[in-house]
């Protein structure tokens, strides 16, 4: 495999800040997006999100080569728990799985000719992408839009809702209760999977099969549209914070772009051939 772009950004500018990871051996290649923290918790004075993506880091070093999806899932999903195991913390984290530490993946396999994905990462194939929203975030950014448009009517201007988001504060509890949902196996509409070190649903790992194609892109959900080059990803990028800071309007998110952050998000993008 032959990386022909790469890149990665928090969304406050910081690398410390950063929760999204890249990946790339002579048979992987990988994005990891750690999600927002919505608590507190940290591990090895770190948040949830960004010690997730470090530990898939790590854990993929060792990924044996000819593992199928599930197998992977699996792996990673162990290497995760013995996190909490070390840390003594796994009946808290079973508990109150908002505490727990949680990413995305995105993850090509060299020897299966697949991409594997949990949670809502992204790919590009050719001229398709294929996205793994989740049904409960996709609710979540149309109340927060309008409820951001009912305080623009009520007077509020863009500036004063960058400044003090109302529309997150607004969903934030259920937002912290969607985690209820995190690799449930009840079936449900709002069930979603994510890499957690509890077990992933079947269901929950989408598997892209490759044939012809000589290149892929993979990226995390920092980037409403992943084009076919870095600069053009990140040419829509700016267009979309640009006109539409909040988030609340031609791109709608739980969150948007906050007073001196350089985007809504983390952001990851590679480009392997």
Known sequence: MKV??????????HPSDGEDSLFVSENFAAVMDGATSKSTRKYNRV????????MLTKALEDLPTTSTANQAVEYLTSAVFAMYTALGVEERVREVPSERASASIVLYSRFRNEIWMVGD?????????????KPVDTLLSDIRSLFLQTELRLGKSTDELRAHDTGREFILPLLERQSLFQNSFEET?????????FQVPESEIKVVKLQDATSVILASDGYPVVCETLEESEAFLEKILRTDPLCFQTFKSTKGLQPGNGSFDDRAYLRIE
């Open 189 to 197: 509409g709002y069930r979603y999977g994510v890499i957690d070190g």
């Open 4 to 13: 022909i772009e790469q890149f990665i950004c928090s969304k406050t500018g």
């Open 47 to 54: 948040s949830p999100g960004r010690a997730c993506s470090q």
């Open 121 to 133: 990462c992204q790919c590009r194939v050719g001229t398709t992408v294929y996205s793994n929203v």
